[in-house]
């Protein structure tokens, strides 16, 4: 398995251009998340989902969208980046059940000038 | 509301001394607490989790509902213990559940 899986590793963005990060995950677990890691600030969840066609915002949703066609995939979506959306963000993902332990994506680092 | 403190950004210690990263909760359920560490390069991935009462790598965290801490311990500290820490809490909904994060603690084992 390849666990979670996040595409891209680092992008550059200008001002006011639009991006997708992608997120797969191969274990088949219902649960989904978008986190932000910004210096000293520690992950702040974005937007999360519970299965398929289900998503819901949490703490620090505004400037990004995300949608869950499928289980495998939950994409984040930047419609017009700002300097404040540099950060690194983090994707993760759980099974239904179990220990409750998050399995991590690698992480994508994006930078907006 | 739900909380997770951690007072610490950053602790250095010597190798072979004791470790103490300090973990405070606020949170009106029962609560479900975990330690997740990111070494250099690497991504985050869990450590320990309070409901499992286990020792991993040396590390042993306890549950102090009375304190509503979470602090994680380890007797010796090794240079590979150096890492970002973060506790983080459940929070269940009715159909959700999600992790809240501390800030997190920079560990740096200093040889």
């Known amino acids: 398995n390849a666990g979670v899986t996040q595409t891209p590793k680092f992008r550059i963005l200008k001002i006011g251009q639009s991006m997708t990060l992608q997120c797969a995950q191969d274990?088949?677990?219902?649960?989904m998340y978008w986190y932000r890691q910004d210096p000293g600030m520690g992950l702040k969840l974005i937007y999360y989902s519970v299965g398929a066609g289900i998503t819901d915002k949490g703490e620090v949703p505004n400037g990004y969208n995300v949608s869950r066609s499928t289980t495998e995939d939950f994409p984040l979506r930047l419609e017009l980046a700002a300097p404040s959306q540099t950060s690194v963000y983090f994707c993760a993902s759980k099974g239904q059940g179990g220990t409750g332990e998050l399995f991590f994506g690698e992480g994508s680092r994006l930078t907006v000038l | 509301a739900q909380r997770v403190t951690q007072p610490e950004k950053l602790l250095s210690v010597f190798k072979g001394a004791p470790v103490e990263l300090k973990c405070n909760y606020s949170?009106?359920?029962?609560?479900?607490l975990f330690w997740y560490v990111q070494y250099s390069r690497q991504r985050l991935q869990l450590l320990l989790r309070h409901i499992s009462r286990e020792s991993i790598k040396g590390f042993t965290a306890d549950l102090n509902k009375g304190e509503t801490s979470f602090h994680l311990k380890k007797p010796f500290a090794q240079e590979e213990d150096s890492a970002m820490y973060y506790c983080a809490l459940i929070m269940r909904g009715a159909g959700s559940y999600q992790l809240t994060f501390g800030k997190g603690t920079k560990l740096s084992v200093i040889p």
């Open positions: 949170y009106s359920g029962s609560p479900e």
């Open positions: 274990m088949n677990h219902n649960y």
